[in-house]
C-alpha cells in the first residue's frame, strides 16, 4: 500500500536530514510522527519513528541514575563533518586514526582492540572534521550499537588493508552487514537506477528514502609502504597505485579509493580534500556592521544553503526572523543586499539583517 506522504510530512523530513545537531533531530523527528498520514500503508514507518525518538531521546538525557550502563554508542557531532572509520579486523584503523587526528587510539596486532566509538579532530585549512573510529566490522562480527553510532555520520573512511586476499570479502561483508541495517555506503558515482518492471517491483520510494541512510564513502587503502619491494619512496607509491587500481578494479561497487600509509603519512593529505568536496562544504563567514569580518571562526554549510541557514548556524532561535544580509564576494558581490533565500558560496562573507 503506497504511503502517500503529505508535503507537511516532507517539508519535516528534509529538515531532519539537513539537521546536524542532536536535539534538532529530534525535534524534526517528532514532527514528523505528528503529521505522518495515519493508514496502514506508513504503519512501519510509524513503527521506526517511535523508535528512532525513543533512541535519541536517551541517548540526549543520558544514562538512569542507577543504570548499569556500556560504553556511549554516539558521539556528538563537532567540526565541519562526522566522519566514521570503518573496516574489518586489523585493517590499520587505529594507527590511521591516530596520524590523522594524535588521538593515542589504542592499537594491536590483534583483532578487535576498539571497543568503544573514538573521536578525534582531522584539521583541514581553516575547519576540522571530526573522525569516529568505531570498532571493526567481519562476516561474524559486529558490535549490536555500531548502526547507532552511524547515526550522526556524514561520510566513511572504509578503511582496509588490500595485501590481505580476504580484504575483497571483507568490502563485500561490511556492505552487506550495514545494507542489513538499512545503512548503505555510497560512492562517488552512484550505479544506473533501476528501471521497468524491476523498479515497479520495489518498496515505496517515499518509505525507502527515509530508511535508508547514505554514507558517501572513500575506499582507503592501508599500509602502502609495505606494498612492493623498492625503497624507493616514489617507487613504492607507484606500486601502491598500481595495486589499488588492481584491486578497485574487482570489487562490485566504484569507489573513489587512495592508498595510504599511517607510518610514512603518505596519502593522507588527501583525506581533508576528499572529505570538503564530496560533502559540499561551504565556509561562510561573519562581519559585523563597521567591523572587519571574523576569519578565523568559519561558519560551515553545504552546497545550495541559504543565508537563512546561516543565520540559523549564527543563533537558531532568530532564523526565522533574518530578513536579508549584506555579501561580500569577489568579483560580483561588494556589500550588495541580498534576500534570505540567497544560495552561498564557498569564502563568502555575510552581513545579516535581523
Not at 510530512?9 to 536535539?23: L, N
Not at 573521536?119 to 561474524?140: N, R
Not at 553510532?149 to 582496509?160: F, G, I, K, P
Not at 568490502?171 to 560512492?187: C, E, Y
Request: glycine share 8%; with cysteine.
Amino acid at each position: 500500500m503506497p504511503a502517500n506522504l503529505s508535503p507537511e510530512y516532507k517539508a519535516a523530513e528534509a529538515a531532519y536530514r539537513k539537521a546536524r545537531a542532536p536535539d534538532e533531530r529530534l525535534v524534526h523527528l517528532r514532527e514528523m510522527l505528528r503529521v505522518i498520514p495515519r493508514h496502514k500503508g506508513t504503519e512501519h514507518l510509524q513503527a521506526d519513528l517511535k523508535t528512532r525518538i525513543k533512541e535519541l531521546g536517551e541517548a540526549l538525557s543520558g544514562p538512569k541514575k542507577g543504570a548499569r550502563t556500556g560504553p556511549p554508542v554516539t558521539v556528538r557531532p563537532e567540526g565541519a563533518a562526522q566522519v566514521a572509520l570503518l573496516g574489518p579486523p586489523n585493517a590499520g584503523k587505529s594507527r590511521l586514526h591516530a596520524r590523522l587526528t594524535g588521538s593515542g587510539a589504542e592499537s594491536a596486532p590483534y583483532p578487535f582492540t576498539t571497543r568503544k566509538p573514538q573521536p578525534g579532530m582531522l584539521p583541514f585549512e581553516d575547519i576540522s572534521f571530526q573522525l569516529v573510529d568505531l570498532p571493526p566490522i567481519s562476516a561474524t562480527a559486529m558490535e549490536s550499537w555500531v548502526p547507532s553510532a552511524l547515526t550522526h555520520a556524514d561520510a566513511a573512511l572504509l578503511v582496509l588493508d588490500i595485501r590481505d586476499p580476504a580484504a575483497l570479502d571483507d568490502l563485500a561483508a561490511i556492505a552487506r552487514r550495514l545494507a542489513g541495517k538499512h545503512i548503505r555506503l555510497v560512492p562517488d558515482v552512484l550505479p544506473a537506477p533501476v528501471s521497468g518492471d524491476d523498479a515497479a517491483s520495489g518498496a515505496d520510494d517515499d518509505l525507502d528514502g527515509f530508511h535508508l541512510q547514505d554514507l558517501p564513502t572513500l575506499l582507503v587503502a592501508t599500509m602502502s609502504d609495505l606494498l612492493g619491494d623498492t625503497p624507493d619512496a616514489a617507487d613504492a607509491a607507484s606500486a601502491a597505485d598500481a595495486e589499488l587500481q588492481a584491486f578497485t578494479e574487482l570489487t562490485a561497487t566504484p569507489f573513489c579509493a587512495i592508498a595510504t600509509s599511517a607510518e610514512t603519512g603518505a596519502g593522507l593529505d588527501l583525506l581533508g580534500p576528499w572529505i570538503f568536496r564530496r560533502l559540499g562544504i561551504l565556509r561562510v563567514y561573519t562581519k559585523v556592521p563597521g567591523q572587519p569580518p571574523d576569519m578565523q571562526r568559519p561558519l560551515t554549510l553545504r552546497e545550495g544553503d541559504t543565508v537563512a541557514d546561516a543565520a540559523g548556524l549564527v543563533h537558531r532561535g532568530l532564523a526565522g526572523d533574518v530578513k536579508s544580509a549584506r555579501l561580500f564576494r569577489e568579483p560580483l558581490f561588494r556589500g550588495q543586499h541580498v534576500p534570505r533565500d540567497h544560495a552561498l558560496s564557498d569564502g563568502d562573507i555575510i552581513e545579516l539583517h535581523w
